[in-house]
Every structure is written in structure tokens, then in C-alpha cells.
């Protein structure tokens, strides 16, 4: 009997050990992995409640309630880490009921990494291990003026939270959010706040937007320098308006010679430097970005050149025919891009040479914002999709989360592809797509990105504001700053009526320069120009409908008023009309009319005359012979006599060299 006791109990020691050895090998075995290993799913199962609390200042108090529960007897947890995109928080805090846990916590360039080890063990199925994780994060929201922006990445290895419910407490001032992804929320007034909540908002990030525009204030310089001995014409782009965005400038100084759009609607401002001169432009302006379309109108038609392969877009190579093959929409382009490159760790305050699209595949580590931008447009080129490249101004309050890549002046880069359903560019950041880990930047865009220049026909020019620098000079040029005001102004516009000369002083009746001055620094859209006369036997001229006045831009148009019955110079009065919406701008002028010439002599008197930058108002008219006679006869006096002009001065220019050259020879005797 006692034999059998001593059997049964070292049976019992035995099982004893080996349940104590199977626990410790469980043991052993967590404690080198997280929440986010592999045998999390098989063993455990983990909710998560995060609730995110914006105060009135922008700063976000965060807490991650966890709730992890054991699926088998032989594992438990005894160790948990979780890393945040960002070393901005602060006050971080572990408790497990009552109790305060210690923390290891890391912050450097790559995030916060957070160490928690559990000194308790609880084992045993179903049983249940609560904590809870807390910090302040200032750069998570954002008020500026009457807009709260908030952007909440995905948490780190979500795939392996069973259950995670979202909570997004904001001040009620702020009302309900403009613009939300996603789209799948419950919303209820508690108190002084809002509350957002998503049941089970899965591997995604939250990307709110409280307001719909945004102000800043541009201050920016421009360095031009002719280093030649001889004129130079230069050009520099100024930000322009957009379909999303609104500029006023208060300050452009000196002004150009010449403001005009070009084909990707930049504004070109064209100055001419004198020989060997050196100026500084500057320009104080004000820039409204909205979340709709502000300026359907300047939704550009895509040309060819959208489509066509540049330097960085390499539409042709056989890497990148491959990709585009495998991604043909633009939604499909935009996430692979997200999950083919990776934001480069490299040293950005050095200049990083732009690999363009092909590169951008080969070297996936090494990408900035304008290799997620070229690969997006390459591959969106290749499918027919016309594509272009915004570049200028982002404002980010984390550079780990909101990168800004091109040095020069914290710029950044961002394409835009053409919607043909919507018949509008729709603007993207892939870079802050990837970046921000799970924010939604093709559904939804912000209030952040201010465009200075789009890169559409050419993949390089023209230059953004804050590239325009001497040789050898890193100035800091941009000044951008959240503003509280964008003004209202009027439409003031000067209407000058200037007679037509041949060979600079000699006045052609009928023929006059039309100049309309835009003195204001914001552009005028859908003017239209209307020209009549008081006396009916003055031809009137088709009115002009729809066209654009540039900020402070002068427009020239070259017109022709005829009578029909008087052969010679007769006075009258023209009136030019301008309208502007509900302006509506009236000028009179006295003006010398004659019966219409031979339209050959017309022709080429206009192109003889006109400047290359005027634009022709005409009709088709009738002729008479003698008035063709009595111009040529006028045109033949003045040839003559400045041909007579012209010969008098040679021959006293050869009698002068003649002299000249005569002293020397008597000097050497």
C-alpha cells in the first residue's frame, strides 16, 4: 500500500514538472515576441478601444484600452510592445487598473517604440489581461483659424486587434466634419463635444476634416541675375489660381514686363534684365485653399503632352510597362505606388538627386516625394491616364508622418491625374499616403498643399517659388504663415484707346491700340468686352466674351473702326465697354475715322505694326480703290522720306569716319 502511495505520488510530482516545464517554455518563448507575433491570432484574442480627444489648443490626448484574452491554457501574455509613427508625444503612461506598469520608451528619428513587461502571469483559458497606454500627442490635430484637421494613423500590426473600435471626441464649435474618410461613422453631441465612433475600423487610419478652406500668407522672394553683357529676357512662375485655390497678391515688386497662363495654367511672369544686373522680386500674397472646387473653370482639357513620355516619366521601359500593365486604374497606380516605395531614411537636408520613375522601382528605399510622384505619373501615362506633377508648398507640424522632400525651402511634390467622368484634375499625395499609415490620400485630400507650379508639358520646368536663388546661395526665400482673412476686392480696371503709329510717330486714322490694365493683384475671370460708337456709320466691332485678366496684367488688342462714306480722316466717338460680373466699366473716346482699304494693305499693315503679345479684333469690309491709292501715296512719302534720313546720316557718318581716319596719318609724320 505504501508502495502504491509513493507510486501515485511521484506520478503526481512528475505532471507536476511537466505542466511547470511547458509553462516556462511558453514562457521563454513570449517573452522574445509581442502582441503582434504570429501565434497572436491562434492563441489570443485582442480588442482595442482607442478614443482620441481634441482640446480647444489642438492637442490630442490619446488612450488605447486593451483587452486581450487567452484562447488556449498554455499561453499567456507577459510582454507587449507597440511603436508610434512619431517622437512628438509625451506624458506616456501604463496602467493596469489602479496600478501604474513601467514602460522602456525610445523616441529618435523612426517613431516612439514602447516596452511593456508584465511581472504578473495570468493563465488559463478565457482568462483576461486589461491595460491601458496614454500620451499627449501635439502634432496629431491641428486649429488653425476655424479649421481642425485631425489625421490618425493605422496602429502598428492592426491585422491582429480581433476587434478595434475608434473614438474621435472634438470641440462642438467645430461642428460636424467636412470631409471624413472613412465614410462609415456614428456621430452624437455630448455636451460641449462631438463624438465619432467607429465600430470596427479595421487595418485603416482617419483622415478628418473640420472647415472647408484654408488661409495662408506668402511671403517669397525671387533672385534674378544676368551674368551676360548684353538684355536678357527671364521667367519665373508665380502661384497661380487653381481649381481649388484662390491667390491675391498685395505686393509684386518690381512688376513684370509681361504676365500670362501658360498650357498647364502656371502663371509666367517675364522680366528683362539689363546687362549684367541682378534684382530681387518680391511678392506678399494671400492663398485660399478649398476642399470643392472653387475654379471649375481652370480645369484645363488635357493635351497630348499629358500623355507623353519626359525624363522621370519613362513611360516606354519595359519595368514600367510591366507595372502599369498590372495596375491600369488610377486608384490601383496610387496603391502601388503606396506599397511598392518606401520614404528614404537618407540625410534630407542634403540635396538627393531625383531618380524619376524608373529608379524609383529599382531602388524602392530611396524614395522621396517626388520618386512617389514620378512613378505615379509614368504608370498613370502608361494606361492613358493623363497625369502631371504639382510642386510647392505643404504645411506639416511631424516630418516622420507629413515628409517635406525637395530642399530647396521645404517644398514638396504631388501629382494630379485627369478624371475624364469628372472632367477635372484631381489632386493626390501618395508620399503622406504611405507615410501616414493607412490615411486615405486619393479619396480625400486636405487643406495643406498650396501649388506654385505644375510640371505637365515638361517634367522639369517650369520652377516652383523658392528655386530661384544666385549661384552658391541658400537663402531661405519662403515665408508661409496660417492667416485669419482673405479679402474681398473689387475689379478696377484702366481702358486706354491709343492711335496706331507707323515708324513710331506717324498716326494711321481707323487703325488704335486697344489697352485694357488690370490694376489690381487678383485675376478677373469671364470678362466681357463690348466696343460701339455713337455715330451708326462707324462699323461695331463683335464683342470679346470669357476671357481672363491676369493680376496686374496689361492687355493689348489691336482694333480698326472704318466709316462707310468719307475718304478721308473724320472724327466720331467709340465707346468700350468692360464687364465684370456685376462692374460694368465704360470709357469714351474720340476717334478718326476713314472709309476701309484694300484688306491685303489692312493685313500688312497690322502685322507690320502690331507687337507679338497684341491680339487682333477685325472685321470683314468693303474697299475702296482710292483709298488705297491715298495710303499707298502717304506710305510711299514716308518711305522716302526716311530713306532720305537714312542716307544724309551715312553720309555724314562717312564723312566723320573719313576725318577720323585722316588725323592718325598725319600724326605719324
Known amino acids: 500500500m505504501k508502495h502504491v502511495k509513493h507510486l501515485f505520488l511521484i506520478r503526481k510530482i512528475i505532471l507536476i514538472l511537466a505542466v511547470l516545464n511547458l509553462q516556462l517554455i511558453g514562457s521563454i518563448f513570449l517573452a522574445t515576441q509581442t502582441v503582434k507575433a504570429n501565434t497572436t491570432s491562434e492563441h489570443f484574442y485582442t480588442s482595442l478601444i482607442s478614443t482620441y480627444t481634441v482640446d480647444n489648443q489642438g492637442d490630442t490626448r490619446v488612450e488605447h484600452a486593451f483587452r486581450i484574452r487567452n484562447l ?31 514602460a522602456n520608451i525610445t523616441q529618435g528619428n523612426n517613431g516612439t517604440s514602447i516596452e511593456i513587461e508584465f511581472a504578473d502571469q495570468i493563465v488559463g483559458k478565457d482568462k483576461i489581461r486589461e491595460f491601458r497606454v496614454s500620451y499627449l500627442n501635439p502634432v496629431m490635430s491641428e486649429i488653425n483659424g476655424q479649421v481642425l484637421e485631425t489625421f490618425i494613423p493605422a496602429m502598428s500590426g ?7 473600435q475608434v473614438i474621435l471626441i472634438t470641440p462642438l464649435q467645430f461642428g460636424h466634419p467636412s470631409r471624413i474618410k472613412p465614410e462609415e461613422y456614428s456621430i452624437k453631441q455630448d455636451g460641449q463635444t462631438f463624438v465619432l465612433s467607429y465600430n470596427n ?102 493635351l497630348s ?13 519595359q519595368e514600367i510597362t510591366q507595372a502599369a ?43 522621396t516625394c517626388q520618386e512617389f510622384s514620378d512613378l505615379f505619373i509614368a504608370l498613370a501615362r502608361a494606361n492613358s491616364i493623363p497625369a502631371r506633377r504639382a510642386t510647392g508648398y505643404a504645411h506639416s507640424n511631424d516630418p516622420i508622418l507629413q515628409p517635406l ?25 501618395p508620399t503622406w499616403g504611405s507615410t501616414m499609415k493607412g490615411v486615405d490620400y486619393f479619396h480625400q485630400f486636405d487643406l495643406k498643399h498650396i501649388v506654385f507650379a505644375y510640371n505637365g508639358r515638361s517634367s522639369r520646368l517650369p520652377l516652383a517659388a523658392g528655386n530661384y536663388k544666385l549661384p552658391n546661395q541658400e537663402s531661405k526665400d519662403l515665408t508661409i504663415k496660417f492667416g485669419t482673412e482673405f479679402p474681398e476686392t473689387e475689379a478696377e480696371f484702366e481702358i486706354l484707346l491709343e492711335p496706331k503709329k507707323v515708324l513710331g510717330f506717324i498716326n494711321l486714322p481707323s ?71 456685376d462692374s ?45 491709292y491715298l495710303l499707298l501715296g502717304i506710305l510711299a512719302v514716308t518711305f522716302a522720306v526716311a530713306t532720305g534720313g537714312i542716307l544724309v546720316s551715312k553720309r555724314k557718318k562717312q564723312s566723320t569716319l573719313r576725318r577720323e581716319s585722316e588725323e592718325p596719318q598725319k600724326e605719324s609724320h
Do not use: C
Open 72 to 102: 488556449t491554457p498554455e499561453y499567456y501574455i507577459n510582454r507587449y510592445s507597440m511603436s508610434l509613427g512619431t517622437d512628438a508625444i509625451r506624458d506616456i503612461s501604463v496602467t493596469s487598473g489602479q496600478d501604474q506598469i513601467e
Open 158 to 164: 492592426e491585422q491582429f486587434y480581433n476587434e478595434h
Open 201 to 302: 475600423l479595421g487595418n485603416e487610419g482617419v483622415s478628418a476634416i473640420f472647415g472647408s478652406q484654408q488661409i495662408f500668407n506668402l511671403s517669397i522672394r525671387y533672385h534674378l541675375q544676368n551674368p551676360n553683357n548684353q538684355p536678357a529676357i527671364t521667367q519665373v512662375s508665380l502661384p497661380p489660381d487653381t481649381p481649388y485655390q484662390n491667390v491675391i497678391y498685395q505686393l509684386l515688386e518690381p512688376k513684370p514686363k509681361q504676365i500670362e497662363s501658360d498650357v498647364d495654367g502656371n502663371w509666367i511672369a517675364t522680366y528683362y534684365l539689363s546687362a549684367n544686373e541682378t534684382i530681387e522680386v518680391q511678392i506678399e500674397a494671400i492663398a485660399k485653399i478649398n476642399l470643392e472646387e472653387i475654379n471649375p473653370h481652370l480645369n484645363i482639357k488635357p
Open 305 to 317: 503632352e499629358h500623355l507623353s513620355s519626359q525624363p522621370y516619366w519613362e513611360i516606354g521601359n
Open 325 to 367: 500593365t498590372q495596375n491600369q486604374d488610377a486608384y490601383s497606380i496610387y496603391k502601388y505606388v503606396v506599397d511598392t516605395l518606401n520614404y528614404t531614411q537618407e540625410d534630407l537636408t542634403q540635396r538627393l538627386e531625383r531618380l524619376g520613375a524608373v529608379e524609383a522601382l529599382r531602388n524602392p528605399d530611396l524614395a
Open 405 to 429: 522632400s525637395l530642399v530647396t525651402d521645404v517644398l514638396h511634390a504631388w501629382p494630379e491625374y485627369y478624371d475624364q467622368e469628372k472632367n477635372s484634375w484631381i489632386p493626390i499625395d
Open 511 to 581: 487703325w488704335y491700340d486697344l489697352v485694357i490694365i488690370n490694376r489690381t493683384g487678383s485675376a478677373w475671370y469671364n470678362n466681357q468686352l463690348n466696343i460701339n460708337s455713337e455715330n451708326e456709320r462707324v462699323q461695331n466691332y463683335p464683342s470679346q466674351e470669357n476671357f481672363t485678366l491676369l493680376p496686374w496684367e496689361t492687355r493689348n488688342l489691336s482694333i480698326q473702326v472704318f466709316n462707310d462714306d468719307n475718304f478721308f480722316p473724320r472724327e466720331d466717338t467709340v465707346i468700350i465697354e468692360l464687364v465684370q460680373g
Open 584 to 628: 460694368d466699366i465704360q470709357e469714351k473716346f474720340t476717334v478718326k475715322t476713314i472709309k476701309p482699304v484694300t484688306a491685303n494693305i489692312s493685313q500688312f499693315i497690322t502685322q507690320l505694326t502690331q507687337d507679338e503679345n497684341q491680339q487682333k479684333i477685325s472685321l470683314p469690309i468693303s474697299f475702296a480703290q482710292e483709298q488705297a
